[in-house]
């Protein structure tokens, strides 16, 4: 079973940006999707972004033009470029695998906090 690292978050105020990192424990070149997704307290996971073995990119309306996804299959990662972060972007982040739009391919990882505050 794959395993899945998150990290990259921190506190960052408001207009700024972080780049969050998301690493496999095993192969992912063979995954159609990758994605990333978000949980804000007192609310459900949401999606927020994903990314095909081909590089096509789908965004959650909330992020776009804001957040940039990437993934490296030789290095079995997958990235979240966040720019222009505004408040209602704090979350714990995760990543993984969409099953279509409600199942997911792997276990959960503990996620990275993205706080965004002045």
């Known amino acids: 079973q794959v395993q899945l690292v998150e990290s990259g978050g921190g506190l960052v105020q408001p207009g700024g940006s972080l780049r969050l990192s998301c690493a496999a424990s095993g192969s992912i070149s063979s995954i159609n999707a990758m994605g990333w997704y978000r949980q804000a307290p007192g609310k459900q996971r949401d999606f927020v972004a994903t990314i095909t073995k081909g590089g096509s990119t789908n965004y959650a309306d909330s992020v776009k033009g804001r957040f940039t996804i990437s993934r490296d299959n030789a290095k079995n990662a997958v990235y979240l470029q966040m720019n222009s972060l505004k408040p209602e972007d704090t979350a714990v982040y995760y990543c993984?695998?969409?099953?279509?739009?409600?199942?997911?391919?792997?276990?959960w990882g503990q996620g990275t906090q993205v706080t965004v505050s002045s």
């Open positions: 993984n695998a969409p099953l279509g739009t409600t199942l997911v391919l792997y276990d």
